[in-house]
């Protein structure tokens, strides 16, 4: 393998921040939700980088962890989308304002 | 130049040129299509990192079953209405893109700091896996990692009932009157 890691984290770095920004700038519930998945990804792929560097199979399994760990969160983050939405016709964060002072 | 850096150029642009996209497109249908696009790349970062069952599993599990959920989700919740665009905090959007690029460049100087940009991988991966990546891992997960395994299938068990019981329309329980009053109405109907 010839592709020097460091261009798979700074590609990782890059998706992450997208992610942020995608957190940071929209206000629709299901975006926000898919702008955090992109950060997952973007993990794992550091996790998958690390794991070749290090000739050491434990960050693929950690990876593989996460991957589990983010189908629990996507499930159950979809449920709280769609029973929100049934209760106020409505997946903008700024209106679920329940929970702030 | 060698093959795995061929593909590594061609699939990172199309990996970060979906990133953006699926933040600007406006249909979120469309976003979420972008994301599927993204996380092929990534499965495609796998490979060429030696991690052929990851690439497997991003495929099936991300790309696949996570990505269907999205898009359910989206339709189920109606795509019709566009999404609101105007600021409501002031200067949120760029104060959001400096903050995010301010965030990357700080990776960046970390991973220089850190590894530098020429270190190449180690030669002598395949040998931690002489039968196989997937026998490896799995070597490597039932054994070191045996209960950590197990808690996580009682978290998705969790997570499947949390689901079920999240989305479940309430039932309202109907009194005896109510039923009488209907049974009584459908009398009138049907004499009627």
Redesign the interface.
């Known amino acids: ?11 990782a ?10 957190v ?5 519930a ?2 926000i ?3 955090v ?2 950060q997952l ?1 973007a993990v ?2 550091t996790f ?2 690390f ?3 290090h ?4 960050g ?2 950690l ?3 996460s ?10 983050g ?6 929100i ?2 209760r106020r016709r409505s ?2 964060v ?1 209106d679920v304002r329940e929970m702030r002072w | 130049m ?1 093959l ?2 061929v593909v ?1 150029w061609v699939f ?1 642009p199309i ?2 040129g979906a ?2 996209a ?2 600007v497109m406006r249909n ?1 249908v469309h ?2 299509l972008f ?1 599927v696009l ?2 092929g790349c ?1 499965a495609v ?2 490979l ?4 052929p ?2 690439f497997a ?2 495929i099936i ?2 790309a696949g ?2 990505m269907v ?2 898009l359910f ?2 339709m ?2 109606g795509v019709d209405r566009s ?2 665009r105007t600021e ?1 905090l002031f200067l ?2 760029p ?3 400096v ?3 301010a ?2 460049i700080e ?2 100087m970390a ?2 700091a850190g ?8 030669d ?2 395949e040998a ?2 002489p039968v196989g ?1 997937a026998q ?2 799995a070597d ?2 039932f054994r ?2 045996f209960f ?2 197990e808690v ?1 299938s009682i ?2 068990i ?3 009932i ?3 019981v ?2 479940q ?1 309430r039932v309202r329980s109907v009194t005896q009157a109510e039923l009488d009053d209907a049974t009584a109405a459908a009398d009138a109907e049907v004499t009627a």
């Open positions: 393998m010839r592709t020097p890691i460091a261009y798979f984290l700074v590609l770095a890059m998706l992450f921040s997208i992610g942020t920004v995608g940071l700038v929209n206000r629709n299901l975006r939700f898919m702008s998945e992109l990804n794992n792929l998958v980088a794991a070749r560097m000739n050491d199979l434990t693929q399994v990876a593989f962890f991957m589990v760990v983010a189908a629990a969160e996507v499930v159950v979809l449920a709280i989308i769609v029973s939405y049934r997946v903008d700024d | 060698p795995d850096n590594f990172a990996a970060i990133a953006v699926m933040l979120v976003a979420a994301l993204n996380f990534i970062m796998y060429l990192l030696d991690a069952f990851l599993v991003q599990v991300y079953a996570i959920l999205f989700v989206i189920l919740l999404d609101v409501r949120q959007r104060l959001a893109i903050l995010g690029a965030f990357f990776i960046g991973v220089r590894i530098g940009f020429a270190t190449k991988a180690p002598g991966f931690l896996q990546n490896a891992v490597v997960l070191q990692y950590p395994f996580t978290l998705l969790v997570a499947a949390a689901a079920m999240l989305a329309r």
